[in-house]
């Protein structure tokens, strides 16, 4: 029979199955491998020894009982055996620093575990009991993780920090579940007027190339872009990236082919697909881009090229660019937080080779070079979404980390000696 054909069943086992993921988020373990089978030599005779602190076969039997009413997979014995060795290991430490968890402090983290499962604190250990569970070895259980627990947040709470970059990549990693990421050659020919009827026609010809070598070899020749020395080579790029109307031009690209000539300010752009690939999730759709630009005369000139890398080596942030045009005009900067609709192409299609805080200095504006920073991708469930929540999921994980690392060093300091 279906477990969850019987109402009564069906809910007992779900109500478990909630405890089991409450559990799991309590408890921060580290796996000491397989373990030989329980001692034989009395219910409650030591099976290990830790530190000359005594693991009974008791002990043993009764947290198997428990995590098999969490029904938690794998070998129940095994995973026992892990958690009664860590568990002296947090003992000792906690009684080094001298933490307890006091009878009110206990009895109340008892009931909030219970209540993860919608039952009261007496029915949850009616519902135990009638699997063998004794109210002490939930007590055991409760009162070590969540002492362990409170030691990690005092101990690594204040070292530990989650910026704003990580609550966005955390927000951006809740897209769909189909992501397309694109491996493209990239040409921009430069096309000022007197040259833009030459540019447009050297762009129809190249536009018809299938062969990757070919195309390489013109962007080496007529390419505007750095990325002329590897042949106009890009990495793998989420299409996401890159501005909503050539997403669809981009889509219909077999390997090999190349798009048709994009005017851009100043240039034809021209992109070859080399290969293309599903990923397991969609980066979220981007709802707004950050972007600076700041202006150096003198485009096209050496001084302006050393003076694009000289703020490029003075700037990390799109902050620090206030810095660089302390005193300068104020049209010299522009810094704005649009949709990615409202960006120029060419704009757009130079931010979509960079991650946030990246620059690039290949655009130009009535004799002026342009270098662009992206200051953030803003994803479209970022807008409304609780980053606290995120937040807090992302320090928890990182104190997890501290916790194990804790933990490991314990256990390599510790005389563990099965009986």
């Known amino acids: 029979m279906r477990r969850d054909n019987h ?67 794998g070998d129940t014995a095994a995973e026992a055996r892990e958690q009664l060795v860590e568990d002296k290991l947090k003992l000792r430490e906690l009684q080094r620093v001298g933490m307890t968890l006091t009878d009110e402090g206990l009895q109340t983290a008892m009931e909030e575990f219970a209540g993860r499962a919608n039952l009261s604190l007496d029915a949850f250990l009616a519902q135990l009991a009638s699997q063998g569970v004794a109210r002490e070895t939930l007590r055991d259980y409760v009162k070590v993780n969540v002492s362990w627990r409170d030691y990690v947040r005092r101990r690594f709470g204040s070292d530990v920090e989650v910026t704003e970059g990580e609550v966005d990549a955390a927000l951006a990693r809740t897209g769909g579940p189909d992501a397309l990421e694109l491996l493209l050659s990239e040409i921009i020919i430069p096309a000022p007027p007197q040259r833009a009827q030459a540019a447009m026609a050297r762009a129809q010809q190249i536009s018809r190339l299938r062969s990757t070598a070919a195309f390489e070899a013109e962007a080496r020749a007529v390419s505007a872009l750095p990325s002329r020395d590897q042949g106009g080579r890009l990495p793998w790029t989420p299409i996401t990236n890159f501005p909503e109307g050539l997403r669809g031009l981009l889509r219909t690209l077999e390997p090999g082919e190349v798009t048709q000539p994009l005017p851009i300010t100043n240039g034809v752009a021209l992109f070859q697909l080399r290969d293309i690939r599903e990923t397991p999730q969609a980066p979220a759709e981007i709802a707004e881009i950050d972007y600076a630009q700041f202006a150096i005369p003198g485009a096209g000139t050496a001084e302006a090229l050393a003076e694009a890398r000289r703020v490029d080596a003075v700037t990390d942030t799109c902050d620090d660019l206030y810095g660089v045009a302390k005193g300068l005009p104020a049209e010299r ?11 120029p192409q060419d704009v757009a299609i130079e931010l979509a080779r960079l991650d946030a805080n990246e620059a690039s200095w290949n655009l130009t504006r009535d004799g002026a070079l342009l270098f662009t920073m992206l200051c953030a991708r803003t994803p479209a469930a970022a807008q409304g979404a609780d980053r606290d929540a995120v937040r807090n999921s992302l320090l928890n994980q990182k104190l997890a980390g501290q916790a194990d690392l804790l933990l490991a060093e314990l256990k390599a300091q510790a005389r563990i000696v099965p009986q």
Do not use: C, H, W
């Open 7 to 73: 109402p009564k069943m069906g809910a007992r086992m779900r109500a478990m199955d909630f405890v089991k993921a409450a559990a799991l988020g309590l408890v921060l373990t580290a796996p000491l491998g397989a373990a030989p089978a329980m001692a034989q030599s009395g219910l409650f005779a030591p099976a290990i020894m830790v530190d000359g602190s005594a693991v009974t076969n008791y002990e043993l039997d009764q947290r198997a009982r428990l995590l098999s009413a969490f029904n938690t997979p």
């Open 333 to 343: 900067l522009a810094r704005q937080s649009v949709a990615p609709g409202a960006i």
